[in-house]
Nanobody, 125 residues
């Protein structure tokens, strides 16, 4: 599966952005989807993930209550709604797909087989 992330940009502190990740291929609905981010000079970190059906979502503590992941399997797309953005949310955001993913592996980037190219989110104060 090929992934294309979009929707990044420059936003002020407290603002909102919605990222999208469009997937190619007919098997999208079988994939566990994750969002990760990488700030300059830092390691890639888990943001959140969503089960293949969309019924279960998982979030890093740092974004819980502010970010929401959803998916539209009919449109082969997963979304990351980001609200109340902070300067520390500035990073390149990546979407990723894992055919065998679960809540036990959601935060492990090494488990995800496919990655999008990343989209830059910059939060200015």
């Amino acid at each position: 599966v090929q992934l294309q992330a979009s929707g990044g940009g420059l936003v002020q502190t407290g603002g909102s952005l919605r990222l999208s990740c469009a997937a190619s291929g007919r098997a999208f609905s079988r994939y566990f989807m994750g969002w990760f981010r990488q700030a300059p000079g830092k390691e890639r970190e888990f943001v959140g993930a969503i089960s293949w059906s969309g019924s279960n979502t998982y979030y890093a503590d740092s974004v819980k209550g502010r970010f929401t992941i959803s998916r539209d399997n009919a449109k082969n797309t997963v979304f990351l709604q980001m609200n109340s953005l902070k300067s520390e949310d500035t990073a390149v955001y990546y979407c990723a797909a894992d055919l065998g993913g679960s809540r036990y592996t959601a935060s492990n980037p090494g488990r995800f087989e496919y990655w999008g190219q990343g989209t830059l989110v910059t939060v200015s104060s």
